[in-house]
């Protein structure tokens, strides 16, 4: 078993085992390493910022904080990659600053030769995207309301250039056709809407709760649509 893949396991065993933890030696037995490498281990664990708690004396051992979320240390090189690929691609997306943010994270626990493969790997992947089309501070307001279900402001000018300000409880991001769209219920028109990114000038979140409204609203999705959930559908 490799590094990267021993860590996954253990840190997944110490998970199903809650409170109750688990000694080194257990560890050790379990996948056939010394005590000193299941140790160096656990280290390596904690410093990639795993909430990993020790219990000294008899019936004590190794465990994770509960509820506690583990960073992502098995990924092979062309997943790294892949990744970095994608987020590098498409700036626009929802969350995409978070998601290079997160990327980062996932190369800092690989282990080094994974890395370096993913770094020489990554040298053989040029991408040319095209320029944003619109700011940061309006792309974050919208992913704030987004993600806290929020009433969001906004500024919009519409195609055939009426500018209005509208509330809208945000519902989903959508993108099709090289376009990003916000879709949320307009409280100035009391119906969904789809609003093309690009063409909000400013946003604001309010502190106004959104009031319900599901995906189910939206109706039919575009063509080859699907949610990003990654389940491989």
Sequence with gaps: MKRAERLHALSEMLRRNGSRGCSAERLAREFDVSVRTVKRDLAALENSGAPVWSRPGPGGGYGLAVGASLPPVTLSPAQAVALMAAVSAAPDAPYADLAAAGIQKILDVLDPRTRARADELAGRVWVNPIPSSSSRTIRSALEEAMAEQRVVRIRYTSRD?????????????????????????????????????SRIERASVTKTACGGHTIHEVGEPPANARPVHGRGE
């Design 161 to 197: 250039g009426t500018t209005t300000t509208r509330d809208v409880e945000p519902v989903l991001f959508a993108s099709t056709n090289g376009q990003w769209y916000l879709v949320g219920w307009c409280r100035l028109r009391n119906a969904i809407r789809w609003f093309t990114v």
